[in-house]
């Protein structure tokens, strides 16, 4: 499978818009093969499940629950969906330097989210759901696609791009409830 | 007397054929119901508003990649189960109404009974 290149650049600034510190990566002008940008995408849907996940554990508020049943729910859905391509390609999605940080700062926010309870843990949910699908939008839509040499693979990642727009529009109808 | 059995005949002839005529050429067609298809796809209900007559039947076709259900939107009068990926689910229409997904409030339809 091609090597892609990801300009330094781009890269950079996805990492930031994804909270990332981009220091560490764009002196290394790092690169995503297929395989890599397929564990991303794995990696960025498990991380929003984990955070779906505390938010049953810890709202008792309707509209939130089922917001994180329906997140819990689609990503799973879109993690088959990969996995089950990427065994049909004989395709292994490799851990690399990107999904590596993303779970860094992945266990940072729930560690943020784990010490907040009721009305303020509900605004920091909804604010980090807001947050977190914007910079994933703009990840899929400008790193992962254009570098995703698979057609099957490049084609699964446009199928949920609408799906991670519902999930924003979703989760900014609860932020206006929370932020009145 | 016999004249009298032939006027009474002669009224019931003209009465059935009253009858006839006037339920052959009544005013009031029924239409025969249409089947309409609305699709899931890219997290849209396609058409987003349908124009339909009562009693026609519409199809809800899920062909998007996720889980989705079509619920009234006002009261939740009718709905449909969980649609997996393929599922489909069948109603008649009898008003019109507003619905969407529940499981994504974003996913809005309409029908419009004419």
């Known amino acids: 499978m091609k090597i892609s290149s990801i300009s330094k650049t781009g890269f950079g600034a996805i990492l930031c818009m994804l909270g990332f510190s981009a220091s560490a990566f764009a002196q290394e002008k790092p ?61 292994t999605p490799q851990n690399n330097a990107v999904s590596k ?15 907040k309870s009721g009305k303020a843990f509900n605004k920091a949910y909804i604010d980090n759901e807001v ?29 949920v791009v609408p799906a991670l727009k519902a999930h924003l529009m979703h989760a900014e109808m609860l932020q206006k409830k929370y932020n009145k | ?36 298809t609305v699709e899931i796809k890219a997290m849209q209900f396609q058409p987003a508003e349908l124009s339909v007559h009562k009693g026609d039947t519409v199809l809800f076709v899920n062909q998007d990649m996720l889980v989705h259900n079509v619920t009234e939107e006002k009261s939740k009068a009718w709905g449909s189960p969980s649609l997996a990926p393929g599922d489909s689910y069948k109603m008649v229409v009898t008003e019109s109404s507003d619905y969407y997904c529940s499981l994504h409030p974003v996913m809005k339809g309409k029908l419009v009974v004419e």
């Not at chain 1, 554990?57 to 969906?81: G, L, P, W, Y």
């Not at chain 2, 009298?4 to 005529?21: E, G």
């Open chain 1, 31 to 91: 690169k995503l093969s297929d395989p890599e940008v397929a564990f991303v995408a794995v990696t960025a849907n498990q991380i929003d499940i984990d955070f779906a996940g505390i938010a049953k554990q810890k709202s008792k508020d309707a509209s939130v629950i089922e917001f994180a049943n329906t997140m819990e729910r689609d990503h799973k859905a879109v993690i088959a969906q990969a996995t089950a391509l990427a065994k049909k390609l004989g395709v």
């Open chain 1, 101 to 115: 940080k993303m779970l860094a700062d992945a266990e940072k926010t729930k560690k943020s989210l784990r010490s």
């Open chain 1, 131 to 159: 947050a977190y699908h914007k910079a994933v939008i703009a990840a899929v839509e400008t790193v992962l696609i254009p570098e995703t040499d698979n057609s099957e693979l490049k084609q699964l990642l446009q199928n």
């Open chain 2, 1 to 36: 007397m016999k004249n009298r059995f032939a006027r009474i005949a002669n009224a019931f002839a003209v009465s059935f054929f009253v009858l006839v005529l006037t339920s052959c050429s009544g005013p009031e067609k029924k239409a025969i119901p249409k089947s309409h």
